[in-house]
C-alpha cells in the first residue's frame, strides 16, 4: 500500500481525534468543569502542564566545607540520580534552601528530614479487612509480583493467617507454575485456571475457596501489563469488580513497582490508580543500587503510600517501609 | 519537527529565525530545557553531562538555518547528537565463521530476557538456522517451563537439565547442538544484580565456556537512572557484544537507551515491542532519538498503519476523509483501526507538533470509550446521517450507552465541528497552527 495513503489516512484519524481536543479547548472549559461529560471531546482532552519552568542554575561541589553552588549542583544530581525527578527534585532543593542552612551537614539533614517528613503520616498498615481479606497486586511486566506474593503469603503465615493465592495471570507463559512452586514450597493453596481462562473467574474461584476452606486471606496474583494498554487496563478492573460484585472486601491493591524504573514509575501509578484504585506500593529490587526515588514523586503527586520493600529474591526479603531510613539511604554518597 | 521541545524553549527565541550564528548565550539557555527534557526521559544524569557538553562544542558559532529560530537549531543539533551516540545505523547480529552462533541472553531480574530469548530464537528459526533454546535459568521458579513453554509455542527445541549447574548445562547444550547441528543456539540465564559477586562470577563462568558470538544485555526501556550501573557492571564481567532494548511498546521515554549505549558503547541490536513472538524490532537510532526528546515518530506510525490497514480499505478511507464525507460510522471504523495500531496517546504522540499544537494531550481512553458506547447505541442511518436524531432518538441513545441525552447533544456539536476542521484539511489547509503533516508540507506540497 502507498505510504503516502498510509500517511494521509492515519493523519486524518487522528487528526479528528486532534480536532476534537481543539473543538473543546475552544468551546472553554467552564460548562464541561461543573459537569464532567462523558462526550467524544471530552475523551480526548486534559491538558497535563509540565512544569516546564526554567531553573536557576545550580553549580558545584558536594564535599566542599562551603555551602556554595557547587554543593548544591551536587546535591541535585544525587537527588536525580535516585529517580528523584527534575520537578520534585527542585522542590525538595527550593524548601531546603528555605531553611536556611548553614553547613553542607546541616543541609543534608534538612533534606533528609523534609524527605522523610513528607512521606510520614501515612498509612502504612497492610489492611486486613473482611472475611477473607483480599490483597489484589498488580504492575508492569516482570516487576516482581508473584515473588512478593510469595513474600506476603510468607509473613501472613508467620502471623498466623490462613492464606489462598489466586494465579490470576493465565497470559503470561509458566506463570501459575511459577506461584504453584511458591505455594509448595509455602505449603499454601494455590488456585488456578486454565492457561487463558478468565483471570476474574479465578480470582472469583479462590475467593470461593478461601470461604469453603476458612482462609482468611485472598493473594491474588495478576499478569503484568503495560499501563498505556487499556484493554488490559479494564481486565483488571475487571478482576476486582467481580470479587467485589461477590462480596469480597478487596482491602489492599498492591502496585508493585520496579526500583530501577525511572520517570515512568509515576505513569505507572496514576494508570493502576486509574483502573483499580490502588492503595499502596511495594517498591522491589532495592537490594541492588537502584533507589527508587519516583517513589518519593508518587507519594508527593498522588498521595499513595509505599508500604513495603522488596530487598532480595528470598521469601524474608519483604520489608515494611520507613520513611526515615530511606531518606537516609537515598542520600548515602 | 522539533516543535514539542521547542515549544519548551519558550519564549527566549521566539521569532528570531535564522539569525546568523549561535551565540554562547543562545546555546545555554537551550541547553538548560534540554537537559530537562533528557533528565525527564530518564537519560542518567552524568551522561545528560557528557552529551550536552558535546552538544554545546559544535552548537556554539554553528549557523542558523533560514527556517529555524536558534533554539530549533540547537535541538537539532542535539538530535544528531543522540543518534550518533545511538549509534548511526542498524546493527544485525554477527556471523560466526562456522555454525552454531551463540547467543548470551543476561540481565537484570525481569527485565524481559526469556522472553527476548524466544523471540530471538524465533527471529533465527524464520532465517532457517535452526536454533536450540537453552534453559539456564535455574534460579526463578519455572523459568524453565516459561521456555519450554514458549519453545513448544514456536516449534523450537529447548535444553534443559533441572539437576544441573548452569555453566555445565551450557557446555552440554553446546555439545547437543554441535552434534544435533544446530545453526544457532540462544541461551537464556537466570537474571541477576550487578553487584551480586556470587551471580556475576558464575555469568563470567558461562560466558567462558559458551565463549558466545553474542553476549546480549537485556534492558528494560523503563528503566531510570541504574541503567548506567547496570549496563557498566554487565559488560566488565560479561563483555558485552550488544543491547536490547524491551518493553518499547509502552510510553517510557527510553532516555535508558543512550545511558546503556554510551556507557557500553556497544549497538542495540534490537528492541522488544510487545508480548508476542513476533515482537522483536531492529533498531532505528533516529526513531529513539526522537522519542526521547519527545518529537514525533512518523516513520513508525507509517509503518503500524501499513500492517493495521490493506490498502483497498485505506484508499476507501481516504478518499472519504479527501472528499469530507467522514462521518460518525467511518470514524467508529477509524477508531478501531487506530486502536489496533496502539495506544492513542502514543499514536498522537508520534505525529510531528502534536504536542507543540495541543499542549501534552491526554487522551483518556476510559472516556473514549464512552464515546464509543454512545455512537454505538446509534442506528447505522443516525450515524451516517446525524441530522435524523431528534429529541427521542437522543433519549433512546443515551439510555442505551448509559449516558445522558445532553452528552449525545454535545457529542453531535463536537463531531459537527470535526468535520469543518476535516474539511479545512481536505481542502489543503492544515486547521491546527503548529501540526507539522508530513505529506501535505506547510509548502512543500500540494493535495
Ligand atoms: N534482586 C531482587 N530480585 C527480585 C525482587 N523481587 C523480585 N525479584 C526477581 O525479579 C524477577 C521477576 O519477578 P516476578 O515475581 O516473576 O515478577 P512479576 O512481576 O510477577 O513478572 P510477570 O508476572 O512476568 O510480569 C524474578 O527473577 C524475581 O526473583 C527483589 O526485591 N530483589
Ligand atoms: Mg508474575
Redesign the pocket.
Known amino acids: 500500500m502507498p505510504t503516502e495513503t498510509a500517511v494521509l489516512i492515519v493523519l486524518l484519524a487522528l487528526v479528528a481525534v486532534v480536532a476534537l481536543v481543539l473543538v473543546r479547548r475552544r468551546s472553554g472549559g467552564a460548562a464541561s468543569r461543573s459537569q464532567p461529560n462523558p462526550t467524544l471531546a471530552a475523551a480526548v482532552p486534559d491538558l497535563r502542564r509540565r512544569l516546564g519552568r526554567t531553573r536557576s542554575a545550580l553549580a558545584q561541589a558536594f564535599r566542599r566545607s562551603a555551602l556554595d553552588e557547587a554543593f548544591w549542583e551536587e546535591l541535585e544530581e544525587a537527588l536525580l540520580a535516585a529517580d528523584v525527578g527534575t520537578e520534585v527534585t527542585a522542590e525538595l532543593l527550593a524548601e531546603v534552601r528555605a531553611r536556611h542552612p548553614a553547613t553542607p551537614e546541616a543541609a543534608r539533614v534538612a533534606l533528609e528530614e523534609l524527605i522523610a517528613d513528607s512521606m510520614s503520616g501515612a498509612d502504612r498498615s497492610l489492611h486486613l479487612d473482611g472475611n477473607p481479606a483480599v490483597i489484589l497486586v498488580v504492575?508492569?511486566?516482570?516487576?516482581?509480583?508473584?515473588?512478593?506474593i510469595a513474600k506476603l503469603a510468607k509473613r501472613l503465615g508467620d502471623e498466623g493467617h490462613r492464606v489462598v493465592l489466586a494465579a490470576a495471570?493465565t497470559f503470561?507463559a509458566a506463570?501459575v507454575e511459577?506461584l504453584r512452586t511458591w505455594g509448595a514450597r509455602l505449603e499454601v493453596p494455590v488456585v488456578a485456571g486454565a492457561s487463558g481462562a478468565d483471570p476474574a473467574s479465578v480470582a472469583f474461584e479462590a475467593l470461593e475457596t478461601a470461604r469453603r476452606e476458612r482462609a482468611d486471606v485472598v493473594v491474588v496474583?495478576t499478569?503484568?501489563r503495560l499501563q498505556s494498554k487499556t484493554n488490559l487496563m479494564d481486565e483488571l478492573a475487571k478482576i476486582k469488580r467481580v470479587l467485589e460484585r461477590n462480596g469480597a472486601s478487596v482491602s489492599e491493591v498492591l502496585l508493585?513497582l520496579d526500583g530501577t524504573t525511572g520517570q515512568n514509575a509515576v505513569g505507572q501509578a496514576e494508570a493502576f490508580r486509574a483502573a483499580v484504585d490502588v492503595t499502596g506500593l511495594v517498591l522491589?529490587?532495592?537490594?541492588?543500587t537502584a533507589k527508587g526515588g519516583a517513589a518519593i514523586a508518587i507519594e508527593r503527586r498522588l498521595g499513595i503510600p509505599v508500604k513495603e520493600l522488596?530487598?532480595?529474591?528470598g521469601l524474608d526479603?519483604l520489608v515494611p517501609f520507613d520513611p526515615r531510613a530511606y531518606a537516609e539511604a537515598l542520600l548515602e554518597p | 519537527m522539533f516543535e514539542t521541545l521547542s515549544r519548551r524553549l519558550g519564549a527566549a527565541f521566539s521569532e528570531l529565525r535564522g539569525k546568523g550564528r549561535l551565540t554562547e548565550a543562545d546555546v545555554d539557555e537551550a541547553l538548560r530545557n534540554v537537559r530537562l527534557a533528557l533528565l525527564e526521559a530518564d537519560v542518567n544524569v552524568a551522561v545528560v553531562k557528557s552529551l550536552l557538553g558535546r552538544v554545546r562544542e559544535r552548537a556554539v558559532g554553528a549557523e542558523v538555518t533560514k527556517s529555524l529560530t536558534p533554539g530549533q537549531q540547537v535541538v537539532k543539533i542535539v538530535h544528531e547528537e543522540l543518534v550518533r551516540t545511538l549509534g548511526g545505523a542498524t546493527a544485525p547480529l554477527v556471523r560466526p565463521a562456522a555454525p552454531p552462533l551463540v547467543v548470551l541472553v543476561v540481565g537484570l531480574?525481569?527485565s524481559g530476557k526469556t522472553t527476548t530469548a524466544a523471540k530471538l530464537a524465533h527471529h533465527l528459526r524464520g532465517e532457517g538456522r535452526r536454533p536450540l533454546l537453552v534453559a539456564a535459568d535455574l534460579?526463578?521458579p519455572a523459568a524453565i517451563e516459561q521456555l519450554e513453554t514458549l519453545g513448544a509455542r514456536i516449534d523450537v527445541p529447548v535444553f534443559s537439565d533441572r539437576k544441573a549447574k548452569a555453566p555445565k548445562l551450557v557446555k552440554q547444550a553446546l555439545k547437543h547442538a554441535r552434534s544435533a547441528g544446530h545453526g544457532a543456539v540462544v541461551v537464556d540465564t537466570?537474571?541477576r544484580?550487578q553487584i551480586d559477586d556470587d551471580l556475576m562470577t558464575e555469568l563470567a563462568a558461562i560466558r567462558k565456556i559458551a565463549d558466545p558470538d553474542e553476549v546480549l544485555l537485556v534492558v528494560d526501556a523503563m528503566t531510570g537512572q541504574e541503567a548506567v550501573n547496570v549496563a557498566e557492571g554487565f559488560l566488565e564481567t560479561a563483555d558485552l557484544t550488544g543491547l536490547v532494548l524491551t518493553k518499547l511498546d509502552g510510553d517510557a521515554r527510553g532516555g535508558a537507551a543512550i545511558s546503556a549505549r554510551e556507557v557500553t558503547g556497544k549497538p542495540i541490536k534490537f528492541v522488544g515491542v510487545g508480548e508476542g513472538i513476533d515482537d522483536l524490532e531492529v533498531f532505528h537510532p533516529d526513531r529513539m532519538a526522537s522519542r526521547i526528546l519527545g518529537m514525533g515518530d512518523v516513520l513508525t506510525l507509517i509503518e503500524k498503519a501499513e500492517r493495521a490497514y490493506d490498502e483497498e480499505e485505506a484508499l476507501r478511507a481516504a478518499e472519504k476523509l479527501r472528499e469530507a464525507t467522514f462521518d460518525l460510522e467511518d470514524f467508529l471504523e477509524q477508531l478501531q483501526r487506530l486502536r489496533k495500531m496502539g495506544p492513542l496517546q502514543q499514536l498522537v504522540g508520534m505525529l510531528p507538533g502534536a504536542g507543540a499544537a495541543l499542549g501534552d494531550v491526554d487522551i483518556d481512553e476510559r472516556r473514549l470509550a464512552r464515546v464509543e458506547a454512545i455512537i454505538r447505541s446509534m442506528t447505522r442511518e443516525e450515524r451516517r446521517n446525524p441530522k435524523l436524531i431528534d429529541g427521542s432518538r437522543k433519549r433512546r441513545i443515551a439510555a442505551g450507552s448509559g449516558t445522558r441525552p445532553q452528552d449525545v447533544n454535545a457529542l453531535l456539536k463536537q463531531f459537527a465541528e470535526a468535520q469543518k476542521m476535516m474539511k479545512a484539511l481536505a481542502g489543503g489547509r492544515n486547521p491546527i497552527p503548529g501540526l507539522a503533516l508530513p505529506g501535505m508540507g506547510r509548502s512543500r506540497r500540494k493535495r
Open positions: 504492575g508492569v511486566n516482570g516487576t516482581g509480583k508473584t515473588t512478593t495471570d503470561r506463570a511459577q496474583d499478569a503484568g508493585v522491589t529490587k532495592l537490594d541492588g522488596g530487598v532480595g529474591e526479603d | 531480574q525481569g534460579r526463578r537466570a537474571g544484580l
